[in-house]
């Protein structure tokens, strides 16, 4: 009897250490995810205003109102483009509807800024649609207007086309579960289908909608490759700029408060809006939609508004950049390019596998104790994702660079010893930005498999005598595999596409796929700039894949 009490109170010893465990590492993460937006508050605070005083009587305001634009065209596209298509696809039928529920996902593929290299290289002026039609027609250089790729609608448009997807698979997921009452009711008093879809449908989806507007919203203000290229001045080219043009890092940290200040009230925003609109089905069975199926010139004008966004945002960019890769004098095999590859590998592997594990430790705390804490440091760990990569790679240099200056003196004062940078500048600085920025994505597939697993489950455990670590080991962390093989797949990726804070940060001499098709195209070497491109875009095909077949089972 003695010895089954003791192996309870060992049992239950350890069950705390491990909850304090899981704990500690939590609020370390959320710690770590909250260092960057202090970092930079205390340092634009503390920072000098020269430079800032220049930039905001010459540049700061072209630099809000452009982002603004930015913002609104953005919104407005990928809005009708989303909703549109997800309206036609969900709710009617017409030939390759198939097909195209599908396809319409592709374009998530691309980072913006390799769709702004694919397009420069046919649209600008030596490109091969102008040069084409100078040639049939007879004209001259200025004998013609052609609209500028290299603008803040062209940045729009790149933009629009590859974040579309996010608004359309959540108004997707929205339609599809709606119950037709409510529309059948407003038919039946008269409405047009189209006023159904405007009064009814389309109110009943909105929080899902501005779900998928918002992330596309938070990836705009986060975009530097499309706007560098394009020579548009955004808030984001004004950090970089500071950083290194003028190696101002107050001034910098000035921008970065900025642009996280916007993030943060837009999603603020959004967030409170949409806890104000609620709807509920008010029937006691859930009937579906009954999809129409067009006819005639209607099917055919469904299909192309359907395919365009395909074509111009996956198919025709493949395309140019196979030719361009084909042209270029690039050699993938190189072992030049062999480290690109092997140095893009090394840091989306480490950086999927430490953010994972974070997101992991977050979840399964907030599951052994909910409770205010839990739920703090979950939407700490959350805020990443409004981060802009830059403002993330400001708000942690400058506080280890300090560190690093600091222990520096004290070693050379007391042992006449130079420790040099230890932190600034290494992998594991830049791993941690990454784990900041995307830890919500992590955290969000990791939550949603496990909601799955019955809390019965763990119950059973405990009365089995496993510890909290053993009952994650032994029965959340198997059920939750493809979670999280999802989750480590997104992170990856998204570390493959990351810019901003890769070009900030990386180690001396430590170049990636992502920095070398932007050094090629800030070089005007646009077919070299294809090679690395299309490795990125191979690799961004891989969860693309996945949420196909989802959208595919419905």
Request: net charge positive; proline share 4%; with cysteine.
């Amino acid at each position: 009897m003695a010895e089954i009490e003791y192996a309870e109170h060992g049992t239950r010893n350890r069950g705390v250490l491990g909850t304090r465990l899981v704990g500690g590492i939590s609020f370390a993460v959320a710690a770590a995810c909250l260092l960057p937006m202090v970092a930079v508050v205390l340092a634009a605070l503390t920072g000098g205003t020269d430079t800032v005083s220049h930039l905001l009587a010459t540049v700061l305001p072209e630099y809000t109102l452009t982002t603004i634009v930015l913002v609104v065209l953005v919104s407005i596209g990928t809005f009708a483009i989303g909703v549109g298509a997800a309206w036609l696809v969900t709710m009617t039928r017409f030939p390759g509807v198939k097909l195209l529920e599908i396809a319409l996902v592709l374009p998530l593929a691309f980072p913006a800024y390799v769709l702004a290299y694919a397009y420069t290289f046919v649209l600008d002026h030596p490109g091969i649609v102008q040069s084409t039609l100078r040639q049939v027609m007879g004209w001259g250089p200025r004998d013609y207007w052609f609209p500028e790729i290299r603008s803040t609608e062209g940045a729009a448009v790149m933009l629009i086309l590859v974040l579309y997807p996010y608004v359309y698979l959540l108004a997707r997921a929205a339609f599809l579960q709606q119950s037709a009452t409510a529309f059948l009711a407003a038919r039946a008093l008269g409405d047009s289908p189209w006023a159904a879809f405007w009064r009814v449908s389309l109110p009943m989806a909105r929080p899902a909608i501005a779900g998928g507007v918002l992330l596309a919203v938070m990836e705009t203000i986060a975009d530097f490759g499309t706007v560098a290229y394009f020579g548009v001045q955004t808030f984001a080219t004004g950090i970089y700029t500071s950083w290194f043009s003028m190696a101002d890092r107050g001034a910098a940290a000035q921008l970065a408060l900025c642009l996280l200040c916007f993030a943060l009230l837009m999603a603020v925003t959004e967030r409170t809006q949409r806890g104000k609109a609620k709807y509920y089905q008010v029937g006691k069975r859930h009937e579906g939609m009954t999809a129409a199926r067009l006819k005639g010139w209607r099917s055919v004008m469904a299909f192309i508004l359907c395919a365009l966004p395909v074509v111009f945002g996956f198919l025709l960019p493949v395309i140019i950049l196979v030719e361009m890769g084909l042209e270029s004098e690039q050699n993938l095999l190189s072992r030049r390019y062999i480290g690109f590859i092997q140095n893009s590998l090394t840091l989306a592997g480490i950086a999927a596998v430490v953010t994972v594990c974070a997101a992991i430790s977050i979840g399964f705390y907030q599951r052994l104790r909910p409770g205010r804490r839990s739920n703090l440091a979950a939407y700490i760990a959350r805020l990443g994702y409004a981060v802009p990569g830059g403002v993330i790679a400001v708000g942690l240099i400058v506080p280890f660079a300090a560190f690093d200056n600091a222990l520096d003196a004290w070693m050379r004062q007391t042992f006449q010893v130079s420790t040099g940078l230890l932190v600034t500048g290494s992998i594991w600085l830049l791993v941690a930005a990454y784990m900041v920025r995307f830890l919500a994505a992590a955290l969000s597939a990791y939550e949603g498999g496990q909601s799955t697993v019955h809390s019965n489950m763990d119950a059973a455990a405990r009365s089995l005598g496993q510890t909290p670590l053993g009952t994650l080991r032994r029965i959340h962390l198997p059920i939750l595999t493809p979670s999280l093989l999802t989750a480590l797949l997104i992170v990856f990726v998204d570390v493959m596409k990351e810019l901003p804070a890769t070009l900030i940060m990386r180690p001396f001499n430590f170049d990636t796929l992502a920095v070398q098709a932007y050094r090629l195209a800030s070089d005007e070497r646009l077919e070299g700039a294809a090679v690395p491109s299309l490795v990125i875009v191979a690799v961004g095909l891989l969860p693309v894949i996945l949420i196909c077949r989802q959208v595919g089972r419905r």
